[in-house]
């Protein structure tokens, strides 16, 4: 983990939005991967397995309960900026961010997505519409697109 600990850690954190957060996860992935008594057998084995447990512990992580009642519902906005695109994503619930930091940062169509979180294909896309339409993005693309095989090959710093 000396080796890709700093990757996993900044993957952990693009997914949930925030260093604690993503502190959080990764350590629960972390227990996830080396507790069940058998370890992966290289560090690229290991790697892989922390980044998959980081995305299941990601997509079920609840939302913090809010310190001010959240401002009522309204039009989606207009995203122009990365401020405004911070704010838009942190509207998103954790599993609708996390997902579509998958679909997007990793490029993951849905069935790859529903695999390596162990969550129904349905509930993927679900997710993937509802974020797609609250930072007014299209639909279709967020929901159709990306790559269907999760084959991952070890390579360089990569989460």
Known sequence: MRTHGPALLAYATRLTGGP???AAVLEDALVRTFARGRPPESGDDARVAVRD???FVA???E???PA???PEATEAPEVTDASSLREALAGLSPRERALLAIRYGDGLA???IASSTALREHQVRDALANAAAALGL???DTVEGGVVDTTTVAVGDAP
């Open 20 to 22: 604690s957060a993503g």
């Open 53 to 55: 447990a980081v995305r």
């Open 59 to 61: 997509v079920r992580r």
């Open 63 to 65: 939302r913090p309960a």
């Open 68 to 70: 001010t009642p959240p």
């Open 110 to 112: 849905v069935p790859a």
């Open 138 to 140: 299209d639909v279709s």
